[in-house]
């Protein structure tokens, strides 16, 4: 009993160290990156009062563009190690083929980049429907004065549609191809262990060296905020553009937890929806203090098994599943800032960019690496997706430590929402009764971290 009693204190020592290295890792970071974003600021207005040329700009954002270029760098390593192991811009410069494009051509260079044809080349080109000019004979009628007509040959010059690629990673292709890799892979079991386990640790090393790339971030934060504001010909309509910004995101998080997940949670169980929420109060305000749902993890299973007497087997499968592959606070916030970056550059967004955005949104959320500001690497990867240039992506760094820690909150709510509508319908198959619910007594849920 005392070897036992001793090793369970260990373990408790043991992630408490953990939880505060944890903590502190994730808020120096903040810290950091926040007074990056002022140094940005006060450099960005102090250069702009001595109007600079704009090769003296191009080297005050150089630092930003090389941390850009090294997030671009790993999207694609990213998506397929992850998606495995899970199982689950004009070309040639050719700007006159943008105004040619209708609807049914984005729809059918959607259809045709979601299954690549080359999966080598999928991962820096993909399908697009282009215009090229071409010259072509067309017969012209010559009518006379008498019953005898001629007819005559002219050159004109027509814009032909082909079939053609464009420079970019086939970020849907990618996808799909590997989930489908990704489950045969599972349908091996243990043959296949060897392969799973390649990629498994494929996915860790990319992580820590996106880990590694996401520490510069302070650097490059202020390089390209001092470099947007020295070159921006409106610098108060940048500031209204991103309040406004702030202020959707705000309104769409606060509609998804107060309306949305509540009416949801009300349908499937008949249950007062707000009574419940409020008892995860506590695991909602470390999550937004932190910005991270799995620190809110302990106090989010107490919340469950001991004040809403949800199975702790439903809760211990349920919420570790959630914390790594349901984030609607952070899809909401990628598909809003993919949107407002590509609006803020001058890019006219048609219905195939949003339904691509939506789809990229969607599959990059049940990946998200767990690491600060892991929803910036998303967005950089669906502007990628869809040609648009990712440099004023530095200016969303300037309110991220705020959003991050909204969209973490709105993150811990679906968590617990999944669980308690889980252990609805697994009540009602298996016929659980109050008695038969398991639940942990409260020491034990120190125990648990990951």
Not at 98 to 118: C, G, M, S, T, Y
Not at 157 to 185: Q, R, W, Y
Not at 256 to 263: C, G, N
Not at 410 to 416: C, I, L
């Amino acid at each position: 009993m005392k070897k036992n009693q001793i090793k369970v204190e260990g373990n408790k020592r043991r992630s408490c160290i953990q939880n505060i290295q944890r903590i502190l890792h994730g808020q120096l970071l903040f810290v950091l990156t926040f007074l990056a974003v002022i140094l940005g600021f006060i450099i960005g207005f102090g250069i702009r009062e001595a109007r600079p040329s704009a090769d003296f700009i191009q080297w005050i954002g150089m630092p930003g563009d090389l941390f850009m270029r090294s997030l671009k760098m790993m999207i694609v390593p990213l998506i397929v190690t992850s998606v495995i192991h899970r199982r689950v811009n004009v070309a040639h410069n050719e700007k006159v083929m943008v105004n040619k494009i209708e609807p049914q051509d984005i729809f059918a260079d959607l259809l045709r980049n979601i299954i690549p044809d080359n999966l080598v080349e999928a991962t820096f080109r993909k399908t697009q429907t282009q215009f090229k000019p071409e010259i072509v004979w067309i017969e012209q009628k010559n009518i006379g004065n008498s019953s005898n007509t001629t007819a005559d040959k002219k050159q004109t010059l027509e814009m032909v549609k082909t079939v053609g690629k464009s420079d970019g990673p086939n970020i849907l292709g990618l996808i799909l191809a590997c989930m489908f890799i990704g489950i045969a892979a599972g349908k091996f079991k243990e043959k296949a262990k060897i392969f799973i386990d390649f990629f498994a640790i494929s996915a860790e090393i990319v992580l820590q060296i996106l880990l590694w790339f996401i520490w510069l971030t302070p650097v490059g934060v202020a390089s390209l905020t001092a470099a947007s504001l020295a070159g921006a010909n409106d610098i108060t309509e940048t500031f209204i553009s991103l309040g406004y910004f702030v202020l959707t995101v705000t309104l769409g998080i606060f509609f998804s937890q107060a309306i949305l997940l509540p009416l949801i949670y009300f349908a499937f169980t008949r249950k007062n929806p707000y009574k419940h929420i409020l008892s995860i109060k506590r695991a909602w305000l470390i999550g937004f203090s932190f910005g991270s749902s799995a620190l809110a993890m302990p106090d989010l299973l107490h919340a469950c098994e001991n004040v809403n007497k949800i199975d702790k087997r439903i809760t211990r499968f349920v919420i570790p599943l959630c914390c790594s592959s349901n984030a609607d606070g952070s899809a909401l916030f990628i598909s809003a800032a993919s949107m407002f970056i590509a609006k803020f550059s001058g890019y006219t967004l048609t219905f195939g960019n949003v339904l691509i955005i939506g789809i990229l949104t969607t599959f990059s959320t049940l990946s998200l690496p767990a690491m600060p500001s892991a929803s910036m690497v998303a967005v950089v990867m669906v502007l990628s997706a869809i040609n648009i240039p990712v440099h004023e992506v530095s200016m969303l760094f300037a309110v991220e430590w705020f959003l991050d820690r909204l969209r973490t909150g709105a993150n811990v709510e679906s968590h617990f929402i999944c669980a308690a509508i889980t252990d609805h319908f697994c009540r009602r198959k298996y016929r659980l009764k109050e008695e038969d619910v398991i639940i942990y007594p409260e020491s034990e849920m120190e125990l648990i971290v990951n």
